[in-house]
């Protein structure tokens, strides 16, 4: 249901912002439109800055109950030593069938 949620999401802000830009641009295919479209096209129009208002806002406000956390970087523990050296590999004299017979 996430999911069906963002693609509504999505739909009605690329409509919103279409409108907002035929608007702008002065088409005159806006004035061809149907009532019912102009409709959707202008609440579709009013979501977009209401939704950038609300990200705005929820971006500088905590949630409540939420305590400010710590950079993930300062909750690992320390990285100890292996107990057991690495491996030195022999390097390639080759890279993929080169020098292989045809």
Same mark, same amino acid.
């Given at each position: ?15 919103? #912002? ?5 608007? #702008? ?29 609300? *990200?705005?806002?929820? @971006?500088? @406000? ?6 400010? *956390? ?8 320390? *990285? @100890? ?5 690495? @491996? ?8 993929? #069938?080169?020098?292989?017979? *045809?």
């Amino acid at each position: 249901m996430n999911r069906v949620w963002d693609y509504i999401v999505f739909a009605v802000w690329f409509a919103g #912002l279409g409108y907002i830009v035929v608007w #702008l641009g002065g088409s005159p295919f806006h004035l061809m439109l149907p009532p019912a479209l102009h409709a959707v096209g202008v609440v579709a129009a009013t979501l977009v800055p209401v939704r950038l208002l609300v *990200r705005a806002v929820g @971006r500088r @406000r905590p949630a409540p109950g939420v305590v400010a *956390r710590k950079p993930a970087a300062v909750l690992r523990p320390p *990285r @100890r030593k292996s107990s057991h050296p690495i @491996r030195q590999v022999k390097p390639r004299s080759h890279f993929g #069938l080169r020098g292989m017979p *045809r």
